[in-house]
């Protein structure tokens, strides 16, 4: 008669003899994976609005090209929306291979278009790359749903993101933490704020954020949009809108494109605030001379929006096994922790401290922060992101509204 304890020994070798040949199977097939990649070209298609991420793209195409034989090409967009509708096009046209897509930056709405469409690679690929296994879903829960919908490893994370305010402390001592208060400082100081204008992803975050705290209730924002009435959620965005509409920059006539043309406006000392989902944002400008050094961040008291970003590969990428390399590479501690540094980017990681190795988490540990950079106890809470369906809602509402007439 086997002893209980020696049953219990045994259950947990093979247990653990189990999950350590899966682990050397995943290796072996992303060996393979990495094989076939060498000399192939990656049509990365990615934001391309910012001399910071357009750097740090360059630098890991660099380093794929010197470790894989990969050649990263950076297909700067200004709307992710695009690339979108080329992959359906495509998907339309029967053209189920040879894409002109092999890896898309993308989260939120666009995630959503993708995924219902069919336009992703479906084998849930993300979970079985190298890098994942540091991270720690059960501590962040975003990894594996985006805006409300899971990823089923359809998409690799790539970055967290935080909605940052900031102010220049030389004509505000101390900044509105509340849309309410935001609301009153617009008034009292006519053309001082402006935002980019929808759709820009920040633009349209900012409405999602007035929205979210001007309703008490925000799991009406978790449904999709069709199953609330949208007249009465968003009614009190409207009435805010409204209120300070007349008091914007150029009288809300003009917007910025995006929050790089709206950091600009700020250190030409056009307005007095600004805003970013890159919590580093502002203290790369100040480093680099584009804003001046009084300037520092801030959040409402009530949070704000936070999500994660992260790379897809379309259904017909040219080249899917260099994309895998790319995407691993990119959610490597390596790269994590170039991209984490505020002299470079500032994204903050999607890595989970704990597993990593004690240099990786010293490294991390030792990153400088500027100063107009928050911590993370300063960033406090945050806000969960609404369904994808209330993009269009508040983006078609805002364009009736205030483009109308221009």
């Keep these: 008669m086997i002893r209980p304890f020696i049953l219990a020994a045994t259950m947990l070798w093979a247990g653990f003899a189990a999950f350590f040949f899966a682990l050397t199977a995943k290796a072996a097939d992303f060996d393979q994976i990495t094989a076939a990649a060498s000399g192939q070209t990656v049509h990365f298609n990615a934001w391309g609005g910012s001399p910071v991420v357009n750097d740090y793209i360059a630098w890991a195409g660099q380093r794929l090209k010197d470790d894989h034989g990969i050649t990263l090409v950076h297909v700067k967009l200004t709307d992710t929306a695009s690339a979108v509708s080329r992959i359906l096009a495509e998907k339309t046209a029967g ?99 402006t935002y980019p204008q929808p759709p820009d992803f920040t633009g349209t975050s900012f409405l999602k954020q007035v929205a979210l705290e001007l309703t008490a209730d925000h799991s009406v924002f978790a449904m999709p949009a069709d199953q609330a009435d949208t007249d009465a959620v968003l009614a009190p965005l409207w009435a805010w809108l409204d209120a300070v509409h007349p008091s914007l920059w150029q009288k809300g006539r003009n917007f910025p494109k995006n929050y790089t043309n709206l950091a600009q406006l700020m250190g030409d000392g056009e307005i007095n605030m600004a805003m970013a989902f890159n919590p580093a944002k502002f203290s790369n400008d100040i480093q680099s001379g584009a804003l ?43 790269a994590q922790l170039r991209k984490a540094n505020s002299d470079i980017w500032g994204d903050p990681t999607v890595l989970s401290m704990a597993k990593l190795n004690p240099s990786d988490q010293a490294a991390f540990a030792a990153l400088p922060r500027g100063i107009a950079t928050l911590s993370e106890a300063e960033l406090g809470r945050s806000l969960p992101e609404p369904h994808p369906s209330w993009v269009a809602v508040i983006e078609a509402g805002w364009a009736e509204r205030y483009l109308a007439g221009q």
Excluded: C, M
């Design 95 to 193: 053209r189920s291979s040879d894409g002109s897509v092999d890896l898309i930056w993308v989260n939120g709405e666009n995630f959503a278009a993708l995924k219902s469409n069919g336009l992703l690679r479906d084998d849930a690929w993300a979970f079985d790359l190298p890098s994942w296994q540091f991270t720690d879903d059960k501590a962040l829960p975003a990894l594996k749903i985006d805006f409300g919908n899971p990823t089923e490893g359809l998409e690799s994370p790539w970055g967290r993101a935080q909605l940052v305010f900031a102010y220049d402390s030389a004509y505000l001592s101390e900044p509105p933490r509340s849309a309410t208060k935001l609301k009153d400082w617009i008034i009292a100081n006519p053309g001082r704020f």
């Design 292 to 334: 001046p050094d009084t300037v520092r961040s801030y959040v409402h008291d009530r949070g704000t929006l936070a999500n994660i970003h992260y790379v897809a590969i379309p259904f017909n990428a040219t080249s899917p096994e260099a994309a895998q390399v790319v995407a691993n590479f990119l959610l490597s501690p390596e």
